[in-house]
């Protein structure tokens, strides 16, 4: 892989399937960049050929998009370096075509104090690859008692405030969260887990986990604090995002908030509108995630959710797991699974089995999650930064270790064949991964 | 086909569980351990089948009797058995197992006996080792020698399992006992009930084969077989009972609720008992129907011929996930 540090000049991509799902833009055409920014897009563009003083890149007809917005991912770094760096992340991350992720706060130290926003801020930035934002956490230290200092997170960059892989088990701590954020206008994201019915479980409670002798997490651990929370921004008018949701109950509670004029958003995560609790097998560890994949009724319900627009936005739920973490016996093996590098292949199955158009499977992973988080990310406009990624949509692969860059290699679809691959990942004009290379 | 190797009864690398054995290979299993009965009564009980042949008993739960039987069965068949009990930290119990299981390895052992408080570790550890291994219980998931000598028992006095109408009772959510049973007997044709309070019925278990009954003298109407089961504290965290009375007033096997059964039906216990907990102690001892030191001297002649049949294949071409 290339890293190449010189801002380039001007760049005219010609020959390319220009597709921008904010503008439902989708037409052979061109882009050029200046720079750091887009100056120009259009179907049009260059048919009276390209300006003289710029460098040409034939597409070759492939699809030029905005970078992939991944809102839920774990660097790994702080504290986690034997997991995932910045570095790994970051390269998997451009081998994935995100080009601009936040990462939770579930970091040691812990993401609640100004001083971690800005390291893991500064450290990104110099590297250069996928542009990095934070999640501060809700709580301090993640313990769920005292809220953090939210507006001078924010102000020192931290998008929105989660406690990450733990929900906010205390109402009275989470009503008191989402009202002070909402003096600020702050975002409140909720892994919606119910934790005294879940916490001896290591799979979803049923027929398969009752086969292989595993303790079971029910699904009402989940759909109990959709429940509970959704009463909780009523009350507060703070704004509230649960993240993966991975039921039917739960999508359905959204569903019926959204309606009823709540200001309440969602997301899933691919395995869970692309895996069932089948994955796991003969004890596959690396389909141990939180929350667990679940029955075939309730990955059709999330395809559901995502085609009515219910879910607001896919996340990669990266979290990078040594062998150490996973060549153990199911019970005590750990939670997550990596997904920064198949984010696009296995949302375009959806695309692929008919589910959804392109454009649309796109803006989940572009322009409606950086409209979430208020980031200016994921459009391919004049005025934006050149946040660009050549793909393939059919081109097909399996996922294997080899491919993968991540640091850790604990895939839940390890071994799958998909179809969809990133042949170059543009960040502020710079090409930082080249598929050829 | 080439013909140049025998095919074997049970053609598999490993006995894990009995889930997926056809009734052909657990009837042959069974066939093969009735061999070893008559054996075992007798004065000279040894045999030089397993003679060079090295067994570890690889424990990383406390037992004395599953861990005594195989190496009894070991012994009697002129093995070399060597025992291992592994002390488990609650932190860092799988470590230990990945760890221990490549040691082992290195120093050729023929079959691996093991029993692992996790669902899946025996399995796990069959990845990582070039010898036989016997599942000697696995957390909640399966004990399928503990299956295996229960159906010997039954079909020594019963002639067959096809029909018989067998009651699991007790604590069947934390019971490996209860999930071999439950594949082994619906494999050979039996009607499987489970007798318990709903805290102690995993969900989706019906599905597995079995109907569930909350009323103990419902459940055992008309049962030709009474299998109670031990109530397993150290697995219970939370609230699962109110309390042990209760429990024995509602759902322990005494007299009263055993008339429901057929007369002649048998009682039977995996052990260690608690006595006035899940079984009143003189049922337990009833010498007409209850066969429960039967069960432990079936246990050895079953391990016998597990051991047996596994040392042959050692050498034949054989499926090595089960």
């Known amino acids: ?437 | 086909m080439n013909g140049q190797t025998e095919q074997s009864i049970y053609p598999h690398r490993h006995l894990l569980g009995i889930e997926g054995l056809s009734p052909l290979e657990i009837t042959a299993l069974l066939d093969r351990s009735e061999t070893y009965v008559e054996q075992n009564r007798q004065a000279d009980k040894k045999q030089s089948l397993l003679r060079g042949r090295t067994i570890i008993n690889l424990f990383f739960e406390n037992s004395t009797r599953t861990r005594t039987s195989f190496e009894l069965a070991g012994k009697r068949l002129s093995g070399d058995v060597i025992n291992m009990s592994v002390a488990t930290s609650s932190i860092k119990k799988g470590e230990t197992l990945i760890d221990t299981a490549m040691t082992l390895n290195a120093m050729h052992p023929d079959v691996l006996v093991v029993r692992h408080p996790e669902s899946g570790a025996v399995k796990l550890l069959s990845e990582k080792v070039n010898c036989a291994v016997i599942n000697g219980g696995d957390g909640s998931h399966e004990h399928p020698t503990q299956a295996l000598l229960d159906a010997l028992t039954i079909r020594r006095r019963r002639g067959t399992l096809q029909g018989l109408t067998v009651a699991i009772c007790g604590d069947i959510v934390h019971s490996r006992v209860a999930r071999s049973n439950i594949h082994l007997l619906n494999t050979m044709g039996a009607r499987v009930r489970l007798i318990a309070p709903a805290t102690l019925i995993p969900p989706g278990v019906e599905r597995l084969g079995a109907e569930v009954f909350y009323d103990m003298d419902e459940g055992l109407k008309d049962c030709d077989i009474v299998m109670m089961l031990r109530i397993q504290h150290e697995r219970m965290q939370g609230s699962f009972l109110p309390s042990q009375r209760e429990f024995f007033a509602y759902f322990g096997l005494d007299y009263a609720k055993l008339a429901n059964a057929k007369p002649d039906a048998l009682i039977m216990h995996p052990g260690p008992m608690n006595r006035g907990v899940e079984i009143d102690a003189e049922v337990a001892d009833d010498f007409g129907r209850s066969v429960i030191r039967e069960q432990v001297e079936m246990g050895v002649a079953v391990r016998m011929a597990c051991l047996e049949i596994l040392t042959e294949n050692l050498d034949r071409p054989v499926d090595s996930n089960l």
């Open chain 1, 1 to 437: 892989m290339s890293v190449n540090d010189k801002t380039p000049g001007k760049v005219a991509y010609t020959n390319a399937r220009l597709l921008d799902p904010a503008s439902g833009l989708d037409a052979m055409g061109g882009v050029l960049t200046s720079g750091k920014e887009i100056i120009d897009v259009g179907a049009g563009l260059f048919v009276d050929g390209t300006p003289d003083d710029a460098q040409v890149m034939d597409c070759g007809g492939a699809c030029l998009a905005p970078g992939l917005v991944d809102i839920r991912m774990h660097t790994g770094e702080p504290g986690e370096e034997h997991k995932e760096t910045l570095v790994t992340s970051g390269r998997a991350a451009v081998a994935g075509g995100v080009t601009t992720m936040v990462c939770l706060p579930n970091t040691d130290p812990v993401i609640d104090d100004m001083s971690t926003v800005e390291f893991v801020a500064r450290r990104a930035r110099l590297l250069g690859l996928a542009k990095v934002y934070c999640y501060g956490a809700i709580t301090k230290g993640l313990k769920g008692t005292e809220i953090t200092e939210m507006a001078m997170l924010a102000d020192s960059g931290a998008v929105a405030f989660t406690d990450g892989l733990r929900g906010v088990a205390d109402a009275l701590v989470m009503t008191r969260a989402l009202s002070y954020a909402s003096s600020f206008g702050l975002l409140i994201v909720q892994h919606p887990e119910e934790r005294s019915l879940s916490a001896e479980g290591s799979m979803n409670a049923g027929e398969t986990a009752t086969r292989l002798g595993l303790t079971g997490i029910p699904k009402q651990a989940e759909v109990i604090m959709v429940d509970r929370d959704l009463r909780l921004a009523e009350l507060t008018g703070g704004r509230l995002h649960f993240a993966h949701l991975s039921t039917a109950e739960s999508i359905e509670a959204v569903r019926r908030a959204k309606a009823a004029g709540l200001a309440v958003t969602c997301d899933t995560a691919p395995p869970y509108f692309a895996l069932n609790e089948m994955a796991v097998g003969d004890y596959r560890s690396f389909a141990k995630l939180s929350p667990p994949l679940r029955d075939e009724s309730d990955r059709q319900a999330v395809i559901a959710g995502i085609t009515d627009g219910t879910i607001d936005a896919i996340a990669s739920d990266h979290l990078p797991q040594d062998e150490e973490s996973k060549r153990l016996p199911f019970g005590e093996a750990a939670f997550g699974g990596t997904g920064l590098e198949t984010l696009l292949a296995v949302t375009l199955e959806m695309v692929h089995n008919g589910h959804l158009d392109i454009l649309t499977a796109l803006g989940l992973i572009t322009s409606k999650p950086a409209a979430l988080m208020g980031l200016s990310a994921g459009q391919l406009a004049a005025g934006r930064r050149a946040d660009l990624i050549l793909f393939e949509p059919d081109r097909g692969w399996k996922v294997t270790d080899a491919r993968l860059h991540s640091k850790s290699k604990n895939s839940p679809f390890d071994g799958r064949p998909v179809q969809g691959r990133v042949l170059q990942t543009v960040i502020d004009g710079r090409t930082v991964f080249n598929l050829e290379d």
